[in-house]
C-alpha cells in the first residue's frame, strides 16, 4: 500500500546525506522478544503483504482507497509489533506574519513529518488517508510496487532534479481532487535522536493547490511504559531507524526483536499563508515555501522533545 526504499550514501543533485549511520545511533532494545514471537510477527507480516496484492490491484481510484489503505497499515504495523498512538501538538507561531494556524479546518493538506525509518509511510497512512510520496526505487520491486501503487504512492525520482516540478505538480493535483498528500522534506532518514532541516521545494504543492499544511513529528518509543503502563517511563527508540549502510532485512529483524515498540505521531495544527495571492510571483513563491518548510520544521522539532525540554524551551 505504501512504501520507502532506501538509498545509501550517494552523491546527488538535491539528495541530502544524515550523519547517522547503525553503528552509532542503534541502541540495544530495552526488552527483546523471544524466537517464537519474532517468528510469528515475520510470518504475520508477509500474510499481510500478500494479502495486500490483489486489494491493491483492486483498488484503483476508488472513493474508499484511503480507507482502505489506513486499515491495511494499521494491520501491518500490528503483525509487525509497532503500536501506533497519536497525540495533539500545540501550535504557537510566533513572529511570523505571512502565516497563521488553522486549527480547526477540515480537507485535504499537505502533510510534513520528520523521515527516521521505512515504517513512516506506514504509519503517516496508519493515522490519516493520504497518499505518501515514496522514492522512485520502489517501482523496481515488483510487489512493493504494487503496493504502493494500489495505496496511491506519489513517486518521486531524487537523482533527477528535472523531475521536481512535475513531482509537485502531481502532489497538487492530487490535493486539489481533495486527497491528503504526505511528503518527508528533509529528504533522506535520520536515526530519531536528531532531524535534518526541510527542504522548501515540496511545500509549493500546498501553495499552487490552496490547501494549508500540517506538521506531525514522528517518535518511536519502547520499553515497559511503552508496553502500556507498568509504571516505567518509555525511552526514545533508535531501533527502528533506517540509516546509512543499514539493510531493510536487518531493520525489519530489529523491529520484530523489540518489545513494547510504539509509534507516536504528534500531529499539530495546519498551518495556512495569511494572502497567498501577495506571493505570485516567482521570488515571492520562493520566501512562501521557506516560510512554510522553516514553519513546520520548528512545529515538528518541538515535538521530538522531552517534556522536560519543551519546558524549558517554552
Not at 170 to 191: H, I, K, Q
Not at 249 to 263: F, H, M, Y
Not at 280 to 285: C, P, Q, T
Amino acid at each position: 500500500m505504501s512504501a520507502v526504499a532506501h538509498l545509501p550514501a550517494a552523491s546527488s543533485a538535491w539528495l541530502p546525506v544524515s550523519p547517522c549511520a547503525p553503528d552509532v545511533c542503534l541502541r540495544a532494545q530495552a526488552r527483546t522478544a523471544g524466537p517464537l514471537r519474532r517468528a510469528a510477527r515475520l510470518t504475520g507480516a508477509v500474510a499481510v503483504l500478500l494479502a495486500g496484492l490483489p486489494i491493491a490491484l483492486a483498488l484503483g481510484r476508488t472513493a474508499w482507497r484511503g480507507a482502505v489503505t489506513t486499515r491495511w497499515s494499521r494491520l501491518l504495523l500490528r503483525a509487525l509489533g509497532v503500536r501506533v498512538v497519536t497525540r495533539r501538538g500545540f501550535s504557537c507561531i510566533g513572529g511570523s506574519p505571512r502565516a497563521r494556524a488553522v486549527p480547526g479546518e477540515d480537507g485535504p493538506t499537505l502533510l510534513v513529518g520528520n523521515h527516521v525509518s521505512w515504517l513512516d509511510p506506514l504509519v503517516i497512512t496508519a493515522t490519516f488517508a493520504c497518499r505518501p510520496l515514496a522514492k522512485a526505487e520502489v517501482g523496481r520491486w515488483p510487489v512493493v510496487r504494487t503496493l504502493a501503487a494500489g495505496g496511491g504512492a506519489l513517486f518521486i525520482d531524487r537523482d533527477r532534479l528535472s523531475a521536481l516540478p512535475g513531482v509537485v505538480a502531481d502532489m497538487a493535483a492530487a490535493l486539489r481532487r481533495g486527497e491528503s498528500v504526505a511528503a518527508f522534506p528533509e529528504g533522506t532518514t535520520w536515526c530519531g535522536r536528531e532531524m535534518g532541516r526541510f527542504r522548501p521545494a515540496v511545500f509549493q504543492a500546498a501553495l499552487d493547490a490552496g490547501v494549508p499544511v500540517r506538521p506531525v513529528a514522528l517518535r518511536f518509543l519502547e520499553g515497559a511504559a511503552a508496553g502500556r503502563g507498568t509504571g516505567e517511563r518509555a525511552a526514545p527508540s533508535t531501533r527502528p531507524s533506517y540509516v546509512g549502510d543499514d539493510t531493510l532485512l536487518a531493520s525489519v529483524l530489529r523491529i520484530v526483536a523489540t518489545r513494547g515498540l510504539v509509534a507516536e505521531v504528534t500531529v499539530f495544527p495546519a498551518v495556512r499563508l495569511d494572502r497567498p495571492a501577495a506571493y505570485g510571483g516567482r521570488a515571492h513563491r520562493g520566501q512562501a515555501r521557506a516560510a512554510l518548510a522553516r514553519i513546520a520544521e520548528a512545529q515538528v522539532r518541538t515535538g521530538l522533545m522531552e517534556p522536560e525540554e519543551q519546558a524549558v524551551a517554552a
